[in-house]
């Protein structure tokens, strides 16, 4: 189920009654307010205060059914408690069963929910403000694919370019007694015929991506290479990218490419 499919059945979720435990957890370890496990305490208290309000107002049967979900909460994050992201997203609930987890790399405000309905509202801000996305990075020798939500990289995909290039084969049958000087039309033609290869390998990579962006769910395509790669790759494309950025990142590890692209 893509996220905006996600995020629709939890607003139609209804339990009937007080059950729903929902979690958003700011995990940032560069946020000076999570230094020394911050969200540790944050995450406790913040369960401690939902727990005495059911203590004190004797809702014995909405307090057994929070603690059970508070239980299966705890464990999960603790389990996750060294992959934790910027931030972790839970919707819980035992009756009817609920059970919808999200880390994430994009910033989280930490607030605590017991509700007959899961409290949506801060993850479909976020998931607006960082939607499903494609990031695109052409360059000469690829063409590199990030497949992202919630700024967090779903898949990482790199497609070659084999210029296959006949003139360059046509060298090799120069006569080995001769002049090896490649004069400036061969040059030339060379240049041409790449680029033209080249061209043809962004076409065909364009409408793959067109395909990905049907297939995946994303609403955005954002686009990222050196200023004339990054151009004529945008061209291919039917709709205008949500942003061009005239920068190489091929070599960059996912986290820099979000940060440079979608944090901008």
Known sequence: MGLSKEIQALKDYRSGDRNVLSVYLNTNPGDPDQLNGGWKIHLKNGLKDIEKSLTASEKDTELKYFKETKKKVMDEIDNNKDDLHKGAVIF??????LWSVHYVQ????????WEDRPVVEQFEYMYKAYPDAGIILPSFGEVRILDTSMGFVKEDMVYSFDPNLEVWGEEKNMDPTGPHKIGSSKVDLIESRLKE????FFKGMGANVEKMKKERGWKEIHVAGET????????TLREKPASCIYKNLNNSKPHIIINQVLEK
């Not at 819980?92 to 069963?97: F, I, K, L, V, Y």
């Open 92 to 97: 819980a609930s035992e009756n009817p069963p």
């Open 228 to 235: 004339e790669l990054a151009i004529a790759f945008a061209e």
């Open 106 to 113: 994009v910033p989280v405000k930490s607030g605590f929910h």
């Open 197 to 200: 290869n080249l061209q043809r």
